[in-house]
């Protein structure tokens, strides 16, 4: 007697699993169209608030961002048109893992940002959330500086 015919329990093991597995791998392969958005909080201490002329000269501070790890909020200076410094005046810092993350992905999204004049930066890998809160309240400390 033949281990996979037709009439065979294990037939049917056999083959639920393998659609199973199959299903699964489909299933983990897709990728979403984008990510999921931060939730932007402003609230009186979280407004924006600039210092210096209307001209883009300046400290700027973005609207802080919630992320799922903890809110995010960067202040700019902006002297002559140009971005001369970026800080971020709040992060994720609960834990030992959040303040290994942001060690190493402040300083990367700091230069990243100095460099590109703008907030279209790269995500620093691992530090995903961050750098999405990073580059929304960064926009909202750019937007501030040139409105």
């Known amino acids: ?11 049917r093991i056999v083959l639920a699993s393998a659609a199973t597995v199959s299903g699964m791998v489909l299933l983990l392969s897709l990728k979403p169209h984008d990510t999921p958005a931060a939730i932007a909080v402003t609230s009186p201490s979280a407004a924006p608030s600039a210092t210096g002329s209307t001209t883009g000269a300046g400290t700027f501070t973005g609207d802080s961002v919630q992320t799922r790890w903890g809110p995010v909020q960067v202040r700019i200076t902006v002297k002559g048109g140009k971005l001369t410094d970026v800080t971020a005046v709040a992060y994720p810092s609960e834990n030992p893992r959040d303040q290994e993350i ?4 402040l300083p990367r999204l700091r230069t990243e940002a100095l460099q590109a004049q703008s907030a279209d930066i790269d995500t620093v890998s691992g530090a995903t959330y961050t750098s ?3 580059r929304q309240s960064l926009q909202s400390a750019l937007d501030s500086a040139t409105g």
């Open 102 to 105: 942001n060690s190493y992905a």
């Open 132 to 134: 999405d809160g990073y």
């Open 1 to 11: 007697m033949h281990a996979l015919r037709k009439n065979h329990p294990l037939r």
